[in-house]
Every structure is written in structure tokens, then in C-alpha cells.
């Protein structure tokens, strides 16, 4: 039996990474290189079941699409190979078996699977998929994290990730509240 996910929220510069590693360094757990897969797939996916080798290459492309993942070192071969005899399926089943790939690759001594990527404004949908959902919600001082944004370059833009301090303040405000 696949194993829930448990989720690791947080703003940008919070300390997320380093909660991440030391996790993984000190329990039996795989921490995946963040990506969007699942909110691609909850938001492109709408049909919740995997029914037909059709459906699944479907949830395949969607998953592949997110240039992130490529990060995982999983080819879509992989995920079809180890699911086209499972059909049908439910998305959250999908998700713990890319999941469950991904951990017997590269860490198959981990108990559990944890995704460190803020999906905090999807949690409703997450807890819809998985239902007995566990969340870590890491939360820093919004002015260490405003700081720690301002200094530090985002790879995706080569700026850096925030110079307002009002609208992070917001961000973080409404991360907080959500």
C-alpha cells in the first residue's frame, strides 16, 4: 500500500531547505527536488480517475510538463511501465506512485515521502486527494524573511526575489493566515 504524502508549506526564505535536508539527514525520509506536478495535475487532471493507458499517458504529460521535474530523473516510460497495469486509478494514487518511484529510485531505505513546495492555497484540493493529509508549516519572522529576500538572487528571474517590503509583508501576511 502506497503511503500519503506528508507536505512541508512555508514562504520563500524561511528556512524550508534547511528543514528539508536536516529531515532527510536524521529520518527515514525522501524529500524529492520541488516542482508544480501535482498542481499541474490537480488544476489540468479534472477527471480524478485513470481509467484507460489513454488517461494515464495523459496524467504522464501533464506530470512531464513541468519542467521541474525533469529534476526527479523519472522518464515517462518509468511511470507508465510501473502503472498501465493498475488501471483504473484515482489521482491520488497516481501521485503516491510517482511518488513511490521516485523513493525506490533514489532513497528506498525512506518510510515516507515529503514535498517541500508551498501548496499552502491548494491545501483544500490537497486534503480532497488526500484525506488523512499531514502539514508542515514552517513559518519565519516576516522581517528575517523580507531580509533574507531582498539579499538573495531567485534563479528563475537572476533578480532578487523580493525589494518591497510591503507586498512581502502581504505575501507572508496572507501565507499566515491561509
Do not use: C
Not at 495523459?58 to 525533469?70: G, N, P
Not at 507586498?167 to 493566515?177: H, P, Q, S
Amino acid at each position: 500500500q502506497l503511503r500519503d504524502p506528508f507536505f512541508i508549506f512555508y514562504d520563500s526564505r524561511s528556512g524550508s531547505t534547511f528543514l528539508a535536508n536536516t529531515l532527510t539527514k536524521h529520518a527515514r525520509l525522501a524529500m524529492p527536488p520541488e516542482t508544480n506536478f501535482i498542481t499541474k495535475l490537480i488544476d489540468n487532471y479534472k477527471k480524478r480517475e485513470i481509467a484507460s493507458e489513454s488517461d494515464l499517458q495523459k496524467a504522464i504529460d501533464i506530470t512531464l510538463s513541468d519542467k521541474k521535474f525533469s529534476d526527479w530523473g523519472i522518464s515517462g516510460e518509468e511511470i507508465m511501465d510501473e502503472l498501465k497495469g493498475i488501471l483504473p486509478m484515482d489521482l491520488a494514487y497516481f501521485i503516491k506512485a510517482v511518488l513511490e518511484i521516485y523513493r525506490l529510485k533514489y532513497v528506498p531505505q525512506a518510510d515516507y515521502v515529503g514535498i517541500k513546495k508551498n501548496y499552502i492555497f491548494y491545501f483544500p484540493k490537497l486534503k480532497k486527494l488526500f484525506p488523512d493529509i499531514k502539514v508542515v508549516v514552517l513559518i519565519r519572522d516576516g522581517r528575517a524573511v523580507f531580509n533574507s529576500k531582498k539579499n538573495s538572487i531567485y534563479s528563475v528571474t537572476g533578480k532578487p526575489f523580493e525589494t518591497d517590503p510591503v507586498k512581502a509583508a502581504r505575501v507572508w501576511l496572507d501565507e499566515v493566515k491561509k
